[in-house]
Structures are given as C-alpha cells and as structure tokens.
C-alpha cells in the first residue's frame, strides 16, 4: 500500500510495481552509474558530514552542494581492495539493479566513492596494505602510501535515479563512512580533481540551510532520521531508492 510524505509516494518494498514504474523512463537517456560517499565525523558530539560546493563551470549543478562522487569508471571494477563489502550491503546493491548486478560491478561502485572522495576532497578512505596490485594514476597516491581502498566499514544508505526528461542522468548509491577510517589527506585541504570548492564539516542541521539539489536534501532527511535509532548504520536496515516517474517522486525501500 502506498502513502504519501512531502509530496512523494512512498512504496513499502523494492515490489515488482514499484520496479516497474521506474523502468519505463526515458530509454533514450539511460542513466550511468554514480556513487558519492557521506563522512561521518562523531569526535565532537553531534555528527558532522563533509560537503563541498560544485564549481560554476559545471554543466550538471553548478553551485550546488554535494558530497564527494562521480561517475563510474569501468576500471573501478578492477581495484585490488583491502576488505570486501559487508554481505548485507553487497545484496542490496544488487538489488533492481539496472545495468548489471554482478559483484564486480558492486563493489565497483563503492570504489567509485573512495576514487572519487579522493580526487574532489584528497582524503584517502583507506587501510594499510600491499599495494603492488593498484595500477593507473588515479590510485598513484594510495600505492605511494602503502594502501588500498577499504570497503568493509562502508555502509548503503540510499540510492536515487535522475529524473527522465534531463541531458545527463545518474543512477547514485549514497554510502557513508565512519572518518576514522581516513587514513591520510592531502595537506592542501582539498583534492586534485578542483572539482569542489569550500568544502565544510557540517551538522545535518547546517548543511540543510546550504544551496542543495532536492535529492541531496531528502538523503540528508533520510541519514538524520536513521541515527537516532541505528546510529552504527547496520548494512541490513531498509535503505531508501528515489526515482521519478513524470512529475512525481517516489520512494521505495531495499
């Protein structure tokens, strides 16, 4: 049975319905796989999240607060690890997923957000490890440290489609980390990519008040309301999938 909060229709479950209205949009503009990760900072009581803002030049969202992400690249696939996804996460990753559901392509995704954290906010989400595997410059700065990309601690928190009728469409998964996994940063305060400008820890509470695309808004809802009971964010509590269809959000749970 459906309902409705904040104008979107929310479905109980991941259902073969609720699978069925989002398949249908725009074969056109098929969205391509994203992931962006949320850093959880609890060493001083209330929890703060790093988010930086889009440069100007940015055809997709300029000015707009994010967290760090991008887009998938198909060597993310191929990234030696120091760990593996918890088991709870790897099966909600592939669940309804669009574009194949094959571990690889998983855990490809959660290397995304790492890849990505680094180049936008040059902070290494990391642990000590033999690095000999790690190719390409994009991981040149994890193999000169001795480490490799962990994905044991990260946790599945949400995931959203773009909606159809746009020239770029991403299909996200929003993971979060604890920051005492950051295993070292870049003295500049930022990273490589200058993708992202002043970049901020935040309470949720701040953050709400910064300029944020609608979607980034009902994350950062979704992770407030789920701390208060699973503040440990365990990989097999409900996680919530946001798509559009026309003119109307809806929300269903994996």
Not at 4 to 10: G, L, M, R, S, T
Not at 241 to 251: P, V
Request: charged share 30%.
């Amino acid at each position: 049975m459906m309902r409705h909060i904040n104008n979107i229709e929310v479905h109980p479950d991941l259902t073969a319905n609720a699978q069925r209205l989002y398949d249908g949009s725009l074969p056109n503009v098929r969205p391509k796989d994203a992931a962006t990760l949320i850093i959880l900072d609890h060493d001083h009581g209330t929890p703060k999240i790093l988010m930086g803002r889009r440069h100007m030049r940015h055809r997709f969202m300029p000015g707009k607060f994010v967290f760090p992400g991008g887009r998938l690249d198909a060597a993310d696939r191929y990234v030696p690890c120091a760990d593996d996804l918890p088991t709870g996460v790897m099966e909600k990753l592939r669940c309804g997923a669009r574009n194949g559901s094959s571990d690889r392509r998983m855990r490809g995704l959660a290397i995304c957000a790492i890849r990505e954290t680094y180049e936008e906010a040059g902070l290494f989400i990391a642990a000590q490890a033999d690095p000999s595997g790690l190719k390409g410059e994009d991981w040149s700065a994890f193999k000169h440290r001795s480490l490799l990309p962990t994905l044991s601690p990260l946790r599945f928190i949400g995931r959203a489609i773009t909606p159809p009728g746009r020239s770029r469409r991403f299909d996200t998964r929003f993971f979060a980390i604890d920051a005492r996994h950051i295993a070292d940063r870049l003295s500049e305060g930022t990273g490589p990519s200058g993708e992202l400008e002043d970049l901020h820890w935040l309470t949720i509470a701040d953050a709400h008040d910064l300029d944020l695309p609608r979607i980034t808004k009902e994350i950062l809802h979704e992770l407030e309301e789920r701390l208060k009971t699973d503040p440990e964010l365990a990989p097999q509590s409900p996680t919530p999938f946001f798509f559009m269809r026309g003119k109307s959000m809806f929300r269903a749970e994996i």
